[in-house]
C-alpha cells in the first residue's frame, strides 16, 4: 500500500472538488497507475510560496505520506476540444517545485494526478 499526498491548486480550490484526481487515485490509473496498492495520506492547497509549500510537504509526509503528487491542472490546462494538454496550468515552475518538494521531504514527488495530457508520463522527482 502506497499513500499518496496531494497537492491540487489555489485557483482551482473552489471549482474542482478533486473529482477525477481521487477517481484516478482509488483506481490506479492515470499518475497512478504505477502503484499496485494506493491510499490517500492527505491533501492540501498550492501557497504562493515554495517555503509554504515546502511546510506543507512535510506535514504530508509526517501523516505517512509515501509519494507526493501535484495536480495535473497545476501544469496543464482543458483545450476547448475538452481534452488535457501541457502547458497554461495554474502553478508557475511546477518542475522546481516538485524537485524542492522531493528534496525536502525525502520522497519521490510527482508531476501529475488525473487525466494526463495525452503522450505525457509523469515526471518523477526523486530526493
Ligand atoms: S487535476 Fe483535474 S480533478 Fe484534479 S484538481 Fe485539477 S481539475 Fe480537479
Redesign the pocket.
Known amino acids: 500500500m502506497t499513500a499518496i499526498g496531494l497537492f491540487?491548486?489555489r485557483t482551482?480550490e473552489t471549482k474542482?472538488p478533486?473529482?477525477?484526481?481521487f477517481r484516478s487515485l482509488f483506481s490506479r490509473s492515470q499518475g497512478f497507475s504505477g502503484y499496485e496498492h494506493t491510499e490517500l495520506a492527505g491533501v492540501f492547497t498550492l501557497q504562493e510560496e515554495l517555503e509554504a509549500n515546502l511546510d506543507l510537504a512535510r506535514i504530508l509526509k509526517s501523516k505517512g505520506a509515501e509519494a507526493i503528487h501535484v495536480?495535473?491542472?497545476a501544469f496543464a490546462r482543458k483545450g476547448e476540444d475538452k481534452t488535457w494538454h501541457l502547458g497554461g496550468g495554474f502553478v508557475d515552475n511546477v518542475d522546481d517545485l516538485c524537485a524542492a518538494i522531493a528534496q525536502e521531504t525525502g520522497i519521490p514527488c510527482i508531476k501529475g494526478?488525473?487525466?494526463l495530457p495525452e503522450g505525457y508520463t509523469p515526471d518523477v522527482f526523486r530526493p
Open positions: 491540487r491548486c482551482n474542482c478533486l473529482t477525477n484526481c495536480a495535473t491542472c494526478s488525473a487525466h
